[in-house]
């Protein structure tokens, strides 16, 4: 599984033309399954997003994580993360899950939030999504679950 993560300041979502909703500082989630995904991951996956630490602390470092802060989290599915893009200029999906598989990597994630706590403002799987968001510089990183070996 893959999540991209952005620290933000405020971040809202729209899918399909109707509000989802919005926070305030947190970090917005594009989370994506592959073929070979298991559910499980997804588990792994949450608690690595809400424990990294990307938000600074009183010296100005980044040792805080979204549990540290008490901030908020929009989360989005998005298949393209999975993009094989090492050959031509037309990204392949071929590495995505399917999309039985993808929802219910996505719907697990979200339940894992909540089981720590958290009360993720969401997209719709699978709708047409328009995300705004304010962050305070350009944070943004990929995590991926089970490690990627190069």
Do not use: W
């Not at 938000?55 to 908020?72: C, I, P, Y």
Request: hydrophobic share 40%; proline share 4%.
């Amino acid at each position: 599984m893959i999540a991209l993560i952005q620290r933000v300041s405020e971040a809202s979502i729209t899918a399909d033309g109707e509000f989802r909703g919005s926070i305030g500082q947190g970090l917005m989630v594009l989370v994506c399954g592959e073929k070979n995904d298991k559910l499980e991951y997804a588990d792994a996956l949450a608690e690595k997003v809400v424990g990294y630490r990307v938000f600074s602390d009183a010296d100005g470092k980044m040792n805080l994580s979204l549990k540290t802060v008490n901030g908020g989290i929009l989360v989005a599915s998005q298949f393209t993360l999975a993009a094989d893009t090492n050959s031509g200029t037309r990204p392949s999906f071929s590495p995505a899950a399917d999309p039985a598989l993808g929802e219910a990597l996505y719907v697990r994630f979200l339940e894992k939030l909540r089981s720590l706590g958290f009360n993720p403002v969401t997209g719709v799987f699978g709708a047409h999504m328009q995300i705004s968001l304010v962050n305070d510089g350009p944070v943004t990183f990929r995590l991926c679950y089970p490690k990627k070996k190069d």
